[in-house]
């Protein structure tokens, strides 16, 4: 795969149209792009500017479930967890809530051992 050309090729979309009408989507995409290649960190900015610049994406939702996978995939697991569940309280009836939710069990699972 060509992750760092897609990377390059979104932050210069962004650069040209950052109030364009798909800059949501190229938003999240750099998102996706850093945490394919498990550049979580980065992953996580990315998710976070979609958040923040465009209250009214349809992506927000999944902009958050990976937000919370990237800080436990990061070892951060009260990031994780307050992230997913803010996640299953703002869109409680998403497939992203659902898998927020499964997540969230298996970190309480682990911590009851």
Sequence with gaps: MRYDQAIDAF?????????????????????????????????????????????????????????????????ETEKARATLEQLVAAYPQTTEAGQAQNLLQKMRANTAR
């Design 11 to 75: 932050r210069a979309f962004l650069k040209d149209y950052p109030d364009g009408r798909y800059a949501h989507i190229a938003q999240y995409w750099l998102g996706e792009a850093n945490y394919a290649q498990r550049r979580f960190k980065e992953a996580v900015v990315d998710y976070q500017k979609l958040i923040d610049q465009h209250p009214n994406s349809p992506k927000r939702a999944e902009a958050m479930l990976k937000i919370g996978y990237s800080h436990f995939e990061l070892g």
